[in-house]
C-alpha cells in the first residue's frame, strides 16, 4: 500500500533497472571486495587503504546518519566515514564527512533499503552498499581496531543480469483507496536514468556543488514515468485517434513481466520473484505495444459511474466533470470499469466460496477478421472462467465483451506474503498476446 496517484484514469508507474550499472568496490585490509555503486567522478584513492570509522557506533543517530554538525572531525579526519542512509540526501552526507576531513565515505542501506542502490554524483570519494555489505564492515570495524578500506571506481558496465529488477524504492500495491483497481499499471526505467542536465545548478542539486555538466544520472519514479509519457507520446502519433485509456492499455497489456534471463523480474527489497503488486501488468514494451490487438477503452462517462459506484455524490463529481452528471439508477460496481486489469477482492471474515465477476469489452485495433482465444493461469485455490472463450472480429464486430469469473474457497485459498494470489487472461490471435494480471486478495476495506 505505498503506490501512490492511484485514480483509474491516471497512469502510475513504478519504477525498475536498466542492464547498465557503474560498479565500485569497497576493498578492505583482509583482502575481501564489497560491491557497490558510485557516479563519482573526480580524483579516486589509487588503491591507497584509509583507515575506516563508523561514528554510528557511539549510538548517538545523527552520527550514525552523518547529519550536519554531526561528526567530530578529531575522529574522521584522513578516514573512510561510513554513513547509514535516511533523513538527509546521501550526496549531502558526503559533504558533512567532506567537511570534517574525511578522505572518502560509504554509504550503507538499512534494512528498509535492503540491497536497493543507486549510483549519486558524489563530492569525495564515496559509494552506496546494501544492507548486508553494511552490516559486514560495521562487524569488521568492531573486531578490528587496525581496520582500512580503499574504493575502487569501475566506470560504466552494460549487459548487467538480471534486468529489469524492481527497485526497492518504487510504491507498491494494494491500491489502499480502491483495492479493486490494481496498481501500479506497470514500471519502466527508473534507475540511473542518464539525462540531459540544466547548468543552473550541479549534478547533486546541493548549494555548494559548483561543478557543471550537461548530462547527470538519477534515479527514482519521477525517471520512470517520463518514459511512459514519451511512450505514450509515441503511441498518439502513431494512433491519432485512440483516447488515453486506449494508450495506457496497450501499454499494459504487452508489458514483459520476465527478466533478460527469462525468468520473473526479481524484487530488489527481497531479492524474490516479483508480482503484480510490484509491476502492475509488467515492464513497459513499447514495440508490442505500437500492435497491441486489442485494447480496453474507457470514456468519462465510464469514469463517472466509477464515481458513482464508489459513492460520490453526483455534486461532488460535478466538481470535477464541470458539467451535470447522474448516476445510473442501479449503482454501478467497481469492479465492471472496463480495466486492462482485475482485482477480486473477498473479505476476510468470511471463510467458504466466494465468486466475484467482471464485464470486460475489448476493442480490436488489429487485422479486421481476427479470431482471439482465451488462456487463463488460475493461482492455487483459484478458479478463473471465462465466457465466451473466444472472441471472433469483424469488420462489424469490432467490439466484443466478455465475462470473467473468480472463484475462491477460502479455506484453500494460499496467499503470499502481501497477502494475495495472482493469476492473469491472455487473449491470443497467434500473433498477438493481450495479457491482463488478475489478482486475488482478502482484505476488509475500511
Known amino acids: 500500500m505505498s503506490v501512490t496517484n492511484v485514480a483509474p484514469w491516471l497512469t502510475t508507474v513504478g519504477a525498475g533497472t536498466i542492464d547498465r550499472n557503474f560498479p565500485a568496490d569497497v576493498i578492505l585490509n583482509d583482502g575481501r571486495k564489497l560491491p557497490g555503486v558510485s557516479l563519482y567522478a573526480g580524483e579516486n584513492l589509487k588503491g591507497k587503504m584509509y583507515p575506516l570509522v563508523y561514528p554510528g557506533k557511539s549510538g548517538v543517530l545523527s552520527a550514525s546518519l552523518c547529519m550536519e554538525n554531526s561528526l567530530d572531525p578529531k575522529m574522521v579526519m584522513g578516514k573512510i566515514v561510513i554513513c547509514d542512509r535516511g533523513s538527509s540526501p546521501r550526496v549531502a552526507k558526503g559533504l558533512v564527512v567532506k567537511k570534517a576531513g574525511g578522505v572518502g565515505m560509504i554509504l550503507a542501506n538499512g534494512a528498509s533499503n535492503g540491497e536497493g542502490l543507486v549510483g549519486d554524483a558524489h563530492l569525495l570519494p564515496a559509494c552506496a552498499v546494501g544492507a548486508s555489505e553494511g552490516d559486514a564492515l560495521k562487524a569488521f570495524i568492531a573486531s578490528n581496531a587496525a581496520a582500512m578500506a580503499t574504493i575502487e571506481f569501475r566506470g560504466t558496465i552494460v549487459g548487467v543480469k538480471p534486468a529489469p529488477i524492481i527497485a526497492s524504492f518504487s510504491g507498491r500495491g494494494p491500491n489502499g483507496l480502491n483495492p479493486e483497481v490494481l496498481k501500479p499499471d506497470l514500471v519502466a526505467p527508473g534507475v540511473n536514468i542518464l539525462a540531459a542536465w540544466t547548468d543552473a545548478v550541479g549534478p547533486t542539486g546541493l548549494d555548494l556543488d559548483n561543478r557543471k555538466t550537461e548530462f547527470n544520472i538519477l534515479s527514482g519514479t519521477s525517471m520512470a514515468c517520463p518514459h511512459v509519457s514519451g511512450a505514450a507520446a509515441l503511441l498518439k502519433s502513431a494512433h491519432p485517434d485512440w483516447s488515453p ?10 508489458a514483459t513481466i520476465l527478466d533478460n534471463r527469462m525468468q520473473l523480474m526479481t524484487d530488489e527489497s527481497t531479492g524474490k520473484s516479483s508480482t503484480a503488486y510490484d509491476y502492475g501488468s509488467g515492464n513497459l514494451n513499447l514495440d508490442l505495444a505500437m500492435d497491441p490487438g486489442l485494447v480496453y477503452d474507457l470514456n468519462a462517462n465510464d469514469y463517472v459511474n466509477f464515481l458513482c459506484a464508489i459513492g460520490y455524490n453526483t455534486r461532488t463529481i460535478q466538481v470535477i466533470t464541470h458539467n451535470p452528471v447522474t448516476c445510473p439508477m442501479k449503482k454501478p460496481l467497481v469492479e465492471n470499469l472496463n480495466y486492462p486489469s482485475m482485482s477480486a477482492v473477498f473479505s476476510s471474515s468470511k471463510t467458504g466460496v466466494w465468486t466475484k465477476t467482471f464485464i470486460r469489452t475489448v476493442t480490436n485495433v488489429g487485422p479486421l ?3 482471439y482465444r482465451a488462456k ?23 467490439k466484443m465483451s466478455f465475462v470473467v469469473s473468480v472463484s475462491a474457497d477460502t479455506r484453500n485459498l494460499v496467499l503470499d506474503e502481501s ?28
Not at 388 to 393: D, I, S, Y
Open 369 to 371: 477478421n481476427a479470431v
Open 419 to 446: 497477502g494475495a494470489a495472482f493469476g492473469s487472461l491472455s487473449w491470443m490471435d497467434g500473433k498477438h498476446v493481450v495479457r491482463s494480471p488478475i489478482v486475488i486478495t482478502q482484505l476488509d476495506i475500511l
Open 376 to 398: 487463463i493461469e488460475s493461482p492455487k485455490g483459484v478458479n478463473i472462467s471465462v465466457k465466451p472463450g473466444k472472441l471472433v472480429f469483424s469488420e462489424k464486430a469490432r
Open 245 to 254: 485509456a486506449a494508450i495506457r492499455s496497450a501499454m499494459m497489456t504487452t
